[in-house]
């Protein structure tokens, strides 16, 4: 057991790991303290944001969040595909590749809540989406066939939107 | 007299298919196609996994004997006694129930193309995707004409490159499934389709290719790689792509190309387009039966003196616009569970979002007002409470508030938001949905 322990410091001096370690222990008694003083700090969101908007974290548009969560539910049984070919718009839409697209655009981001940098391209190329939405005849059709019930128009025209570029760019 | 039936999945089609049938002026409002469309090809009334944990019995305990459909879902009532079959049949025999509303559900189907094949009164052997056995005994047109037990030979058909299904692992665990029931040793085998070009390249989109194989073009073009898998007595199980409108029409025509008996394995998702078949087929019954559709949530139900008066509708199309109100003298709520909706977490804890009803575990513990991972345990295949929450019921299907009393004289439930039953553990999902939808409609036309 002594072995094991010396191990633990060796590996501890070797990384460089005693900063981490007291870093640790700083922010751990200071938080105690403050929880002992009932300190009422400032709203952490606020401070979070103070902290981190210059890097162009943002809260993100609750609704494009809850859209794309949604979208996570897709089983890939392309049922919106197959119904939104016999509407026969042109040219033709794949709806499912949008799905695919926002459950996987900045998901662990949305997942955490926060936004990152709002996305690089203007024609929607880098996230996926090779059919612009203007195809998009909004019959529903595709909603209403969806097996895990994704609102699967509004997905598309959410994710049309991003790659229009109509977020607010992310600031440097 | 007006009906509303929220939800529409098979429970809330035969609410309102009863209740049109009655006479009744009925409005069906859906959100979406629910669990319905998710389904497997077979209608689940007592179906089971024989060699999984928490199936229905196949052998009667007390003389070993085999039982027949019919007697294990009395079984499954007695093992289970807050199990919505359990009131279901109350005063009623088993086997006629199940048997009128298979015949019911059938009628409803048939001019879509689709039956209710199989029997309450014979054990069938059905295979599924991953190659696992199950004691289906109604399946719908597609799966259903795959029995096993009469097949001299069976082929698993290996579509190259298809998304969702790969027969080799499948054909091993058939032959071991097999063995492990005692059914008589028959040949297995593996049997590849060579896809035509135009095909090949939609292996990768099982829905696109079943859409193709309704057109007879696609059709010829795949004839002579069907005639290559022709040999008398095989049984050909193709994965479930055979044709997304008109199943009946490709199996008929597979057969007799081939000239020997062809089915489809019992699909799952990814590869759900037998209850997307299914959930067509019912819309195809209500548009003809004159039930009124609307699109879109429930948002609200007005309640006043103790009865059920209005649904609010929340079209997702324009959140912003005010709902649209529907009055009514009967209700019929048939929002399913977690796929429907029917059961939510709100602000972290579960709840019936729209008459506030208690819900119930199966061991009849009230669940609603907990965190859902409080109600998970860590036993893998073993029961958890949480998948078996819903709504309980009088005798007549009407969901009962906390004091016990109705909610509201006029409203009756139906589907998988009766609680105290798991769907997916004791495989009775679409037969609850059948039974109590009906019943549920029964009841509400004699408001």
Partial sequence: MLRGYRGFLRELARTGGWRALSLQLRTGAGHVLRRLRRERGEDPIALFFRNYGADGLRLPDPERARLQLAAEACLVCGLCSVECARVGGAPPLDPRDAVVAAARLEIDWLRLGLAPFAPASADGAAIGIDSPASACATCRACTLVCPAAIPIERVQETLARLGGGELPAAPR | MRAVVVGGGLAGCAAALELAARSAEVALVRAGPGATALSWGTLDVAAGSPLRRGGLPLVDPASEQPLAPGRRLVAATHA???????????????????????????????????????????????????????????????????????????????????????ARPALRMLAAELAAIGLPARPLRVVPLALPDALAALAGEPARLARRLDESEARQALRAAIERLAAPGRLLLFPPVLGLERVDRVIAWASDTAGCRVAELVGAPPLALAGHRLDRALQAA???????????????IELEAGRAVAVRIQDPAREAGEPERLALDALVLA????VGGGVVERDGRLAEPLLELPLYDLAGQRVDGIRPHRLVRRDYEGEQPLFAAGVRTDARLRPLAADGAPRAANAFAAGDLLGSFDPARDRTGLGVALLSGRRAGIEAAGC
Avoid at chain 2, 103 to 130: F, K, M, N
Avoid at chain 2, 289 to 300: L, N, T
């Fill in chain 2, 80 to 166: 289970n006694p807050a199990h919505p079959y359990t009131v279901l049949m109350r005063g009623r025999s088993p086997e006629s129930e199940v048997k009128e509303a298979a015949a019911a559900l059938d009628a409803w189907l048939a001019p879509a193309g689709l039956r209710v094949l199989g029997s309450v009164e014979q054990t069938r052997w059905l295979a599924d995707l991953r190659g696992a056995l199950r004691a289906a005994d109604l399946a719908f047109t597609g799966a259903g004409e795959g029995d096993l037990a009469s097949a001299e030979e069976i082929a698993l058909v290996d579509v190259p490159g298809l998304a969702g299904f790969d």
């Fill in chain 2, 286 to 300: 209500l548009a003809r039966a004159g039930v009124e559709a609307f699109a879109g949530r429930v948002s609200a």
């Fill in chain 2, 335 to 338: 929002t399913g569970r977690f």
